[in-house]
């Protein structure tokens, strides 16, 4: 089973930027996932790459999120700027395990401890 950990996170003002990590215990291939929650919150899709790069996103964060993928370092980044308030959850990453283009949790697993991203207005 993979083991994933995520590192990354912080405070940062809006507008700005953070990249998290999400570093894998072995060598693997599955395609990957970002998800976030916030207090009080549901957890929610974010990202998604595919072995070969592919990548889809959720609509809010077109245009300001990347993700990446280094699979000779078995890495996921999340590469987020123009980060609003409403970006601020704990994000974690994950194996998915469903067809690709899945956004819902149940076809993700092996999830991280989570990372806080906290943005301030």
């Known amino acids: 089973q993979v083991h994933l950990v995520e590192s990354g996170g912080g405070l940062v003002q809006a507008g700005g930027s953070l990249r998290l990590t999400c570093a894998a215990s072995?060598?693997?291939?599955?395609?990957m996932g970002w998800f976030r929650q916030a207090p009080g919150k549901e957890r929610e899709f974010v990202a998604a790459i595919s072995w070969t790069t592919n990548t889809y996103y959720k609509d809010s964060v077109k245009g300001r999120f990347t993700i990446s993928r280094d699979n000779a370092k078995n890495t996921v980044y999340l590469q987020m700027n123009q980060l609003k308030p409403e970006d601020t959850a704990v994000y974690y990453c994950?194996?998915?395990?469903?067809?690709?283009?899945?956004?819902?949790?149940?076809?993700?697993?092996?999830w991280g401890q989570g990372a806080q991203v906290t943005v301030s207005s």
């Open positions: 072995g060598r693997t291939t599955i395609n």
């Open positions: 994950a194996v998915q395990r469903g067809r690709w283009g899945s956004r819902g949790t149940n076809d993700y697993e092996n």
